[in-house]
């Protein structure tokens, strides 16, 4: 497993995800706008992609960091979990909370907890999990404690009302640049093409449904998430989205 060290950069932001790829389908667009407000972002993926049709867990490797870069991410590593069979195990839960504990962030993506892939389903209660574990002084791992302040669930698969919706729409063309970095998966080819689509439906596929969720919030291209907290409001006439 790759260990998180004392040098690593902290992290406004943190996004776990399952599988390499995930978080450019769900969350990208809303990691390229925290980045460009200066946020400094993160993303731990826990599988290394070993069981997937196309390419190798070392060609994802490289992809992912291609990816990282055109998200403007400053972090990014993958913990050594099994694709396909993530388990909701203290010791996966430590393993997530020593890099909580080493980036700090204050806010958590987390897939949503129904979901197709099983594996995404899990990752939403191990990394909550893995959020509490990491705020217990009583569990060791050399370093301080620390809980983050937030946890939001990204949920573009999932059919579920958002509780809100990130306007992604300058960084759209750039989140899809993302996803195309994983060519062993994505790019037009020949192996396995009864199971992935093409680039271009890619395209399609991934707009339409930013399009769908920003309109839902009167953006022009939007991501959606959950939150289980019901927000608190200070000032009614400062409430962000137009009823009528
Ligand atoms: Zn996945």
Known sequence: ??????????????????????????????????????????????????????????????????????????????LDLPDGAIANTFENRVAIARVIRQLRPRVVILPYWQARHPDHAIVASLGYDACFVSGLRKVETGAEPHRPFKIVYASLYADVRPSFIVDITPFIEQRLQALMAYRSQYANQTAGTGLFVPEEEIRERTFAEARHYGLLAGARYGEPFVQKEVDLVDDLTLLPVQSI
């Open 1 to 78: 497993m790759p260990a998180a060290h004392e040098s690593d950069p902290p992290a406004d932001v943190l996004a776990i995800a399952a599988h390499r790829d995930d978080v450019e389908q769900t969350c990208g667009g809303t990691l390229l706008r925290a980045a460009a407000r200066g946020l400094r972002t993160a993303i731990l993926d826990l599988t290394k992609g070993e069981t997937g049709t196309r390419g190798t867990a070392a060609e994802r490797a490289g992809e992912a960091d291609e990816a990282a870069r055109i998200l403007g991410v400053g972090w990014r590593q993958a």
